[in-house]
């Protein structure tokens, strides 16, 4: 595989569930980000992990809890959601610094989530 | 926080026709991005621009970064079908690291056959 893999890609979850989001990026990357996308809505940084420590929380709730185990895998836990959490999360990564400049970011296809 | 404007908000065309939109910001940028998303799917890096002045093109696309460092434009000639997605804008300012980007709210292109 290439690129950045979220799965799922679809989750429907009630509010009392526990889940959790994976993303793994094949492209040897040293930074990777947690985008929360609603609609009409710019997109919404959640969380940067740069060499697998979080470098940025953009207050975001606790019932988000994000984890980095290694430089390609991200995981974003979820517990106790609430209806309006129902969103498109991506997965971003990026090579720090890029070539040129801040790194651009690649993005997988994203997870789709209903919170119910 | 950092607030991209970017326009139009929706554009309905031809195909066959040239498109243009653009972004500005509120203070400097370092960086300009453009990313189209398909629907159903993550954005994808179209255009990255690190220059003030830069004009860059990939295929039928070209951007450019605003001489004031505080907008940029695209613009997509001869549309074809495929072209239809939202186009987002994204950049980073001075103090921005990490790729820290702000997304502009998207533009979305329908283009009739």
């Known amino acids: 595989e290439t690129g950045v893999t979220q799965t799922p890609r679809h989750l429907v979850m009630g509010m009392t569930n526990k889940k959790s989001l994976k993303c793994e990026q094949h492209l040897g990357h040293n930074a990777m980000y947690w985008y929360k996308q609603s609609a009409k809505k710019p997109l919404e940084l959640m969380f940067v992990y740069s060499l697998e420590e979080r470098v940025e929380n953009n207050s975001v709730p606790s019932r988000f809890s994000p984890e980095c185990p290694n430089s390609s895998h991200l995981f974003l836990h979820l517990h106790t959601l609430q209806p309006e959490d129902s969103a498109l999360y991506l997965c971003?990564?990026?090579?720090?610094?890029?070539?040129?400049?801040?790194?651009?970011?690649?993005f997988g296809e994203g997870s789709r989530l209903t919170v119910l | 926080g950092q607030q991209l404007n970017q326009s139009p908000q929706s554009m309905f065309i031809q195909e066959g026709e040239d498109v243009s939109m653009n972004c500005t910001s509120s203070?400097?940028?370092?960086?300009w991005l453009w990313y189209k998303q398909d629907p159903g799917e993550g954005p994808v890096l179209l255009i990255a621009l690190y220059k003030a002045g830069e004009l860059t093109s990939n295929g039928r696309l070209t951007a450019q970064f605003g001489i004031t460092r505080k907008d940029s434009f695209l613009n997509i000639s001869a549309s074809i079908p495929s072209d239809v997605g939202i186009y987002f804008c994204a950049g980073c300012d001075r103090g921005s690291t990490l790729g820290r980007l702000y997304f502009g709210r998207g533009t979305q292109l329908t283009v009739w056959p």
């Open positions: 203070s400097i940028f370092n960086t």
């Open positions: 971003a990564s990026s090579q720090d610094p890029g070539p040129r400049g801040p790194g651009e970011l690649f």
